[in-house]
C-alpha cells in the first residue's frame, strides 16, 4: 500500500496543473482504503477452508450475482470494449455479445451441477468418479495457466492506464503501479479469502454499473434520448460514415480475418463457462437453486453493461473531440470512457468535465483489483487443494487449516510471479491473453466439464487427454501464429508480432485458436477415453447424476 | 483414488438413481437444456457468420440510423434474456419440486 501512496504522491506532484489528476489520486486512495477496510472486516469471518476458498457458501444468489459480474467485467470490458466502439464502430459490440451468450452455457449446462457435485475447485467435479492425482494435476496447471495469462493481461493494462489516467508516462510509474496492484490483490487473497475478495467484487460491480449508467444517461441526454441521433453523430465524426454502424471494419478485411473472428466468438462463447475464477464463484452460495440465481443475476448485470458500453462507444466516437480524440487513438482506445466522462461532464478544464474523469478512472481502478483478486484467488486455491493436499501430500489427511496456510503461500508466490511477469511484459501487447484465456478455457477446461457430467463412459485418461490436449494446442497454435512473430512492421515502424522482425516462425495463419484447438480438447477428450481400458469411473456415474441435479449429498 | 462415500449412501444414490422420480426429473432437465443450448447456438454463430459474411444484409438500414446489424446484436440480448428467464420458471416448475423430495429422501435414508 505504501508503495502505492508513494506513487500517488509522485505522480500528482508532476501534475500540478491539472486538478483532477490529484481528485482522480484521493478517488484512487479511497477505492484502496474501502477495499483494504473490507479485508480487514472479513478476515476475522474466515475461520475454516471453506471459509476461505469459498466464503463459508454463505452469499446469496444475488450478492454472488454481483460478484460474478464484479468478477467478469474487467478492465478489457470497461476500457477495452467502449475503446474497440469507439475506434471501429460496431465491431467492438461483436465482443459483448460473444461474451453474454456464453453466460447461456453457465446457466444452462454447468452452474448448478457443478455447485452440487464439487467443493472448492474446478478439479474436484472431476476428481469425484476419476483417479484424483492424474485429474488433479491436469486441472491445477490448466487453471494456473489460464488465471496467470489473465492476470498478467490485466496488470499490464493497470501499468498503462493509471499512468495515463494520473497523467505520468514514466516507466518508473508504470512499474510502481504494477507492484502495488500486485500487493495489493495479495493483501486481498492472504487476509480477505474468499470472503474479502467477494466483497470487493461486489463494491466494484456496483461502482461500476453505477458509473456506466451515469455517463450512459449524460451521454443519451444530450441528444434528446434518441439512440439513432446518437448513432449518425458517432458515425458523421468518425470519418468513416455509415460503415462505421456496420460490421467489418476491424475483421472484415480478408477471409483470413473473417475465420479468425468467427474462431474468436466460439471461443468467446464456450470459454466463459470453463474459466476457473468464475467456476468457483458457484461454490459461493449454500444450494444449486442459489447458483441458479446468481446466474440470472449476472445475466441481468453483464447484459445491462454490455448495452451500457454500446452507449459509451458510440458517445465517445461522436462527443469526444480535438486533443482528447487524438489521445483515445493513441491509448488505443483504452481512454475512450474516461475522457468521454470528461466531455458529457463539461469538457477539459471544467469542474465537472474533472470530477466524473476522476469518477470513471477510479472505477476502472476498482475494476482491475477486483479481477486480480479473484484470479489469485482461484490459481492460489487450486495448488492448496488440489496440487498440495490431494497430489503432493504423502500424509493421509490434510486437515482444512493447513491447507488454507499452504493458499495463503501460494497466492504470494502467484502474486510474485505475476509481477515479475508483468513488469517485462510492459513492453509487449499482452492484450491478446484475455482472448487467450478464454480459448483455452473452451479448449481445455470445458470439454472435460462437459463429459464428466453427461458421458457415463468418460474417464480419467479421457479427462486427461482433454485438458492437457485443449492447452497445449491453443497455446502452441499461438506460438505459431501471427501474434508471436511474422506479422512485420505498421507503417509508423512498431513491430506487430512480439518477437523480432528477423526471426519467424508462424505457420498457424489465425490469431485466435479456438476453431482448431477446442474440437481438438472434445475430440482428445473422445479418444482418450475410449482407448482406455478403466471402468471404475462409470461405476460412481449414477452418484454424480443424482448428486449433481438433485443436491443429495452436496456440500453443505 | 477417488472421493470416499459411505455404503449407506452409496445405496442411496442408487436407489435414488433407479426410481421414476429421478427419470423424470433428469428427461425434463435434458429435454429443456439439449434443444435450448442447440438453438442459441446456432442462433448465435448465425449472427457471427451474417457479421462476416452479410455485410449488404448487416448494413440494411431499418430506421434512421439503426441498422439490422444493431437489431440482430440487440436480439441477441434479448433472447439471451428470455432464455435465462425462461429456464428459471421452467425449472422451479418442473424440476425443483422434485429435486426437494429426492433430497429429502436420500437425507432420511442416510441418517436413519
Redesign the interface.
Known amino acids: 500500500m505504501s508503495a502505492l501512496l508513494t506513487s500517488g504522491d509522485v505522480l500528482s506532484a508532476a501534475s500540478d496543473t491539472n486538478d483532477h489528476q490529484a481528485l482522480t489520486a484521493t478517488l484512487f486512495v479511497l477505492v484502496v482504503l474501502l477495499t483494504v477496510g473490507i479485508t480487514f472486516w472479513a478476515s476475522r469471518n474466515t475461520k475454516t477452508a471453506a471459509d476461505y476458498y469459498a466464503g463459508g457458501r454463505s452469499f446469496s444468489g444475488v450478492q454472488n450475482g454481483f460478484a460474478i459480474g464484479g468478477d467478469y467485467m474487467s478492465a478489457a470490458s470497461f476500457l477495452g470494449i467502449s475503446g474497440a466502439i469507439a475506434l471501429s464502430g460496431y465491431d467492438g459490440f461483436l465482443y459483448s455479445i460473444g461474451f453474454l451468450v456464453a453466460w447461456l452455457v453457465a446457466l444452462l449446462l454447468v452452474a448448478e451441477l457443478l455447485r452440487n457435485s464439487g467443493r472448492f475447485t474446478m478439479a474436484d467435479q472431476l476428481a469425484y468418479r476419476m483417479r484424483q492425482k492424474p485429474v488433479r494435476t491436469a486441472a491445477a496447471t490448466s487453471t494456473i495457466v489460464v488465471s496467470i495469462f489473465y492476470l498478467l493481461a490485466q496488470m499490464v493494462g493497470a501499468g498503462a492506464l493509471v499512468s495515463l489516467l494520473l497523467g505520468v508516462d514514466s516507466q518508473t510509474a508504470k512499474n510502481l503501479t504494477i507492484v502495488a496492484v500486485g500487493i495489493l490483490m495479495i493483501f486481498y487473497v492472504v487476509f480477505g479469502g474468499m470472503k474479502g475478495t467477494t466483497w470487493v467484487q461486489i463494491v466494484k460491480a456496483v461502482l461500476l454499473m453505477f458509473g456506466t449508467l451515469l455517463i450512459s444517461i449524460l451521454v443519451l441526454a444530450k441528444f434528446g434520448f434518441n439512440v439513432s441521433d446518437l448513432l449518425g453523430t458517432a458515425a458523421e465524426n468518425s470519418g468513416k460514415g455509415s460503415a462505421f454502424l456496420e460490421p467489418g471494419l476491424k475483421y472484415g478485411a480478408t477471409t483470413t480475418s473473417k475465420i479468425d473472428f468467427l474462431s474468436l466468438g466460439i471461443a468467446l462463447v464456450l470459454g466463459t463457462a470453463g474459466l476457473p475464477h468464475i467456476l468457483v464463484r458457484f461454490y459461493t452460495v449454500p444450494t444449486a437453486r442459489q447458483a441458479r440465481q446468481s446466474v440470472l443475476w449476472a445475466i441481468g448485470i453483464i447484459g445491462t453493461f454490455y448495452l451500457l458500453t454500446l452507449v459509451l462507444g458510440f458517445g465517445a466516437a461522436a462527443l469526444v473531440k480535438g486533443d482528447a480524440k487524438d489521445r483515445i487513438v493513441e491509448s488505443g482506445g483504452n481512454l475512450a470512457s474516461p475522457l468521454l466522462a470528461e466531455a458529457v461532464g463539461g469538457g477539459p478544464g471544467t469542474t465537472g468535465g474533472a470530477v466524473l474523469l476522476a469518477l470513471i478512472s477510479a472505477v476502472a481502478f476498482a475494476t482491475i483489483l477486483a479481477v486480480v483478486a479473484g484470479l489469485t484467488l482461484t490459481s492460489a486455491s487450486s495448488v492448496a487443494h488440489d496440487l498440495y493436499a490431494n497430489v503432493w501430500n504423502k500424509q493421509a489427511d490434510v486437515t482444512g487449516a493447513q491447507e488454507v496456510k499452504v493458499a495463503r503461500i501460494a497466492a504470494f508466490v502467484i502474486g510474485g510471479v505475476a509481477i515479475a511477469l508483468a513488469i517485462p511484459g510492459q513492453s509487449l501487447n499482452v492484450a491478446f491473453l484475455v482472448a487467450l484465456a478464454f480459448a483455452v478455457a473452451a479448449s481445455a477446461n470445458l470439454p472435460a466439464l462437459l463429459y464428466n457430467l453427461f458421458w457415463k463412459r468418460f474417464n480419467t485418461r479421457g479427462a486427461v487427454w482433454s485438458i492437457y490436449g485443449g492447452l497445449i494446442s491453443s497455446v502452441g497454435l499461438v506460438i505459431f501464429s501471427p501474434i508471436v512473430s511474422g506479422k512485420g512492421l505498421d507503417p509508423t515502424g512498431k513491430n506487430l508480432s512480439l518477437l523480432p522482425t528477423s526471426i519467424d516462425i508462424s505457420w498457424f495463419p489465425l490469431e485466435n485458436p479456438g476453431i482448431v484447438s477446442i474440437p481438438l480438447g472434445f475430440f482428445l477428450g473422445w479418444l482418450g477415453t475410449v482407448t482406455s481400458k478403466e471402468r471404475t469411473s462409470e461405476e460412481r456415474f449414477p452418484e454424480l447424476e443424482v448428486r449433481s441435479l438433485t443436491g443429495a449429498g452436496s456440500e453443505k | 483414488?477417488?472421493?470416499k462415500?459411505t455404503p449407506e449412501?452409496?445405496a442411496?444414490?442408487?436407489r435414488?438413481?433407479a426410481s421414476p422420480e429421478?427419470a423424470r426429473?433428469?428427461s425434463g432437465?435434458l429435454r429443456?437444456?439439449v434443444p435450448?443450448?442447440v438453438g442459441?447456438?446456432l442462433w448465435?454463430?448465425l449472427?457471427?457468420?451474417c457479421?462476416?459474411?452479410a455485410?449488404g444484409f448487416?448494413?440494411t438500414k431499418v430506421?434512421?440510423?439503426?441498422?439490422v446489424?444493431?437489431v440482430f446484436?440487440?436480439l441477441?440480448?434479448i433472447t439471451?434474456?428470455a432464455?435465462?428467464?425462461v429456464?428459471?420458471k421452467y425449472?422451479a416448475r418442473a424440476?425443483?419440486p422434485?429435486?426437494d423430495a429426492?433430497?429429502e429422501e436420500?437425507?432420511k435414508e442416510?441418517n436413519r
Not at chain 2, 430506421?63 to 441498422?67: E, K, L, P, Q
Open positions: 483414488m477417488t472421493e462415500v449412501a452409496h442411496a444414490y442408487q435414488i438413481h429421478f426429473l433428469q432437465y429443456f437444456v435450448t443450448t442459441f447456438m448465435y454463430l449472427y457471427v457468420v457479421s462476416n459474411w455485410p448487416m448494413g430506421v434512421g440510423n439503426i441498422n446489424a444493431l446484436g440487440l441477441q440480448f439471451t434474456f432464455i435465462a428467464w429456464y428459471a425449472s424440476m425443483d422434485i429435486a429426492l433430497n436420500f437425507e442416510i
